[in-house]
């Protein structure tokens, strides 16, 4: 199910019906979304599930068996005709950096300017200037630390102003201190220069802090797309809501509206009466309640910090839980407390073998 993207503009990429099989197998199926000007999508999904595979039909670098790609309102192929990458208005940041070694920082960043030497070189100097790397112009790659080398390829993608970036894994080689400041001056340069982004990660953390939407693939699917709050509030299902965290996992049948659980009652709407359903509480949301909660044995109480996680066992039924808990609260390992999901907090999904 793909929500409707909440385009402000007329979008810089429209991705329909894309499909790539390798050797019979489908690598990509029916994948479709926008990008809009100056915002970032994520694709986001397991080793294997075809983000890099759509990001490269995408680029031109691998040939859809079928599905559009429009970029600027433009479609990529027609009639048979396919734009080769290098004539699409397309620029491209992989996880390697890939700059070239024998070229200095300046000319790095120059390789894809072809106007006037005057004009190359003061939009060079501004784009280094930009990203901090004003004083480096004359340095070659092996002179620049890994977050200067990945600032380089972002510019060197930039600078011929091209309508959409695609970016595999970006940020995936640096070292986490380096990445959260090159991931910020990365975001403010695409957005003031209105690029459209797609990019590729693995990681959730990193798809919730960069994207303006995410698009959730699994198995050559898209799952879900939307806003990060949508994806995080309102998961499709089980598989997407465990992208984001821990779950508390109850299960029951659907009676009179609502999962029967050893948690509670919980509304199931569009859900078949009698049907099973599971229900997925996220660890903060499943807290100690006063009277009425369920009774569970404390296992396990740890301070982090910020926060205590307290490992439990429902008293009805065993199941293992976790709930985390602002501050510092410590039940005693096998003492008796009461807990309960947060109203609104659970998420009810459909038994996916039923
Ligand atoms: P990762 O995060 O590991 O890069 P991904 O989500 O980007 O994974 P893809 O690289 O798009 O996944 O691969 C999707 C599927 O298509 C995989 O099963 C992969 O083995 C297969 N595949 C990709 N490229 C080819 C190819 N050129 N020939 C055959 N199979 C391929």
Redesign the pocket.
């Known amino acids: 199910r793909v929500a409707a993207p909440d385009t402000p503009s007329p979008p810089m990429l429209e991705v329909e019906a894309l499909c790539?099989r390798?050797?019979g197998?489908a690598?990509?199926e029916d994948v479709g979304f926008s990008v809009a000007p100056g915002q970032v999508t994520c694709?986001l999904?397991?080793?294997?599930?075809?983000?890099?595979?759509?990001?490269?039909m995408i680029a031109g670098i691998?040939r859809p068996d079928s599905g559009v790609v429009r970029i600027a309102g433009r479609p990529m192929s027609e009639g048979g005709a396919f734009l080769p990458p290098e004539r699409r208005p397309v620029g491209m940041v992989f996880q390697d950096f890939a700059l070239f070694p024998h070229l200095d920082v300046a000319a790095n960043v120059g390789f894809g300017l072809r106007g006037p030497a005057r004009q190359d070189r003061d939009r060079i100097a501004a784009l280094l200037e930009r990203v901090g790397l004003a004083g480096h112009a004359a340095k070659y790659p092996h002179e620049l630390s890994g977050g200067e080398q990945q600032r380089v390829a972002l510019i060197r993608a930039l600078a011929p102003r091209p309508c959409l970036m695609l970016m595999?894994?970006p940020f995936s080689s640096l070292d986490h201190r380096l990445r959260d400041g090159v991931r910020d001056a990365a975001l403010d340069l695409l957005r003031e220069t209105e690029t459209a982004v797609v990019m590729?990660t693995?990681d959730p953390e990193e798809a919730m802090l960069m994207g303006h939407r995410i698009a959730v693939?699994r198995r050559?699917r898209l799952i879900q797309e939307g806003r990060p709050d949508e994806l995080y509030d309102r998961p499709a299902d089980r598989g997407v809501a465990a992208f984001f965290s821990d779950l508390n996992i109850v299960a029951g049948r659907v009676a009179g509206g609502r999962v029967q659980t050893v948690l509670g009652a919980f509304p199931a709407p569009g859900l078949a009466e009698g049907s099973r359903a599971e229900v997925a509480v996220r660890p903060q949301h499943l807290v100690p309640a006063e009277a009425g909660g369920t009774p569970a044995r404390v296992e396990r109480a740890r301070y982090l910090g910020r926060e205590s996680l307290i490992e439990i066992r429902l008293e009805p039924g065993g199941a293992a839980m976790k709930s985390r808990i602002p501050g510092l609260v410590l039940p005693a390992p096998g003492s008796l407390i009461r807990v309960a999901a947060q109203p609104g907090s659970a998420m009810v999904f459909a038994c996916e073998n039923e």
Do not use: I, N, Y
């Open positions: 790539r390798f050797a197998v690598a990509v694709l999904g397991p080793s294997g599930c075809g983000k890099s595979t759509t990001l490269r691998e595999d894994e590729v693995h693939m050559g």
